[in-house]
């Protein structure tokens, strides 16, 4: 993975330097609120229901076990003993105190962390598929176009105003795990015939209250130009990016209003000027940075064949968590493991100190000390021998981390809603625990299969419900909390956007309403294999909303 | 309708309410509740001299009712602000000074 060097050392110490002059000013009353506020939130620090809330960068969703280590001691020692994973690939503490950020982040720095540019009208932390460098299925590792990103646009004076906030996505596999699609730029990540690295460039995707599938406005960018075209997008944006109303702010409005090939034209004409300047990247570049990321030196292990199978026989619990937690390694002696962060009536992303010291150690140990956090809110050790995997699983389920369910109905990604956010108008949390109470039998979720219940608790759309194969959205009406469904949606290489259903579901019949929905599908599929998202695009939404609202239905 | 006013500390931004002893309280159990128009404004006003004092910020003045001689806030956002997190009742004032009165 990346390292720092003494540049980015210096300017991330003199960051916290310059934060720390800041909050002190701001705590001995020399700065006024007003002027203050976009500083911390500048450095990750936000106000929210109960207290700041801390936003720390995991750039790509990849850290180390060092790393892990001081985020738990982070969360022991300046907060409540946990952290919540995002669905940004970061982690967010709930009650830091204002007067004790600078020495978080002084601690995050030890370490090789920040949370610059975890909130603002800037270009956020890039996210990347979570089995990158790993996965069988990879063209090549995403992650160093992520790295040379973050380098090129952190603290970028060009990007610091941009009309709203600005998201990148980048995968590497034709499997899209990282939901390219629904970014501000997604970049997909492939060779071209003649063997050449390149990306498939989407604009202007999204959630949040507009939902827009982002466009292809590149077939084959070849690797060299990524910076010159992304500064390109990012130039027709700050040049015409609606700033007069922050609802029309997004990048995807702009290309939606411009339209597809107009939007297209005007980049290409502005890359025109740019592609043989500075910005191409060059070989060595290209190589320097691909090197931080070269794979492990794994050593054969075919031992864990025989081991795996043994261990299964032996073990029903080891068996399930094999089959729905772990993941074809590039090497065939070695797997992805998936580490539930979705107990059964858990909070889903969340993860106490303790639990983030038992995945250190295991990284260490048994996983070549790489990490990664996934947009669905789970962590992940890339690299683990099959022979070790009965010992990973052992200490996992020790420390609660076991859980089998990577991918069926009770791995829900849910926002942190009312509970916590200042700006959510319904809870969220509570809605993903009671539909994993009612599906908690292992049996039931595997005959169900895959299916990824999403909730958000407003319309920004955080807990990405919007790209559920079921999603919520929880509102206020009336002072009181309505859930409202979607049906549908997908964040893979196949995105579609979820359809509402009907009228929304009081707290206490979101989950019947769920389940019905699951017992439909269950009812109409065409067989075992196949899924709750292929069947809604086969069969659409009307045997759901009968089962669902029945008669009235029927009359509308 | 009764209001009182909320608000989070500067430094460690952990809700408080203005009690009738114009201190900021962690517990909304004891906040001054304005009844009239007049004392709404006092409460304006005293929310103001705050923020610019540097003692508190996001302040706001919210919608409660009395239930039992206890201040139930009307809006469930400003019930669960002075409970703590419905899914975490070790944490918050719930575990600090009362019962969750959330949800």
Redesign the interface.
Known sequence: MYRYDEFDHDFVHQRVGQYRDQVER??S?EI??DAFKPLRLMNGVY??????MLRVAIPYGTLNGKQMRRLARIARDYD?GYGHFTTRQNIQYN?????DTPDILDELAEVEMHAIQTSGNCIRNVSADHFAGAAADEVADPRPYAEILRQWSSNHPEYSFLPRKFKIAVTGAERDRAAIQVHDIGLHLKRNEAGELGFAVYVGGGQGRTPIIAKKIRNFLPEADLLSYTTAIMRVYNLHGRRDNKYKARIKILVNETGKYEFSRQVEAEWQNLKETVLKLPEYDLAAIAAYFAPPQLQDRPEGWGLIAAGKKNDSGFASWVHQNVTPHRHPDYSVVTISLKPIGG?PGDASDTQMEVVAELAEKFGHDEIRVSHEQNLVLPHVAMADLENVYRALLEAGLATANAGLVTDIIACPG???CAL?NA?A??VA?EISERFDSLERQRAIGELKIKISGCINACGHHHVGHIGILGV?KK???LYQVTLGGSGDEQTSIGQIIGRGFEPEKITDAVETIVETYMGLRQNPDETFLEAYRRVGPAPFKEALYGEKFKAA | MMKVLTANRLADGIAVWLGANGQWLESIDAALIARHAEAVDALDDAGKSAFNNNVVVDIALIDVTEIDSEIYPIRLRERIRASGPTIRTDLGKQAEFRQATAA
């Open positions: 701001r705590l009353g006024a609120e106000l929210q229901l109960h207290a700041y409540k009650w830091p105190k204002l007067s909070i009312l509970d916590y959510a809870r949390i509570p625990q206020e002072g009181a909390e």
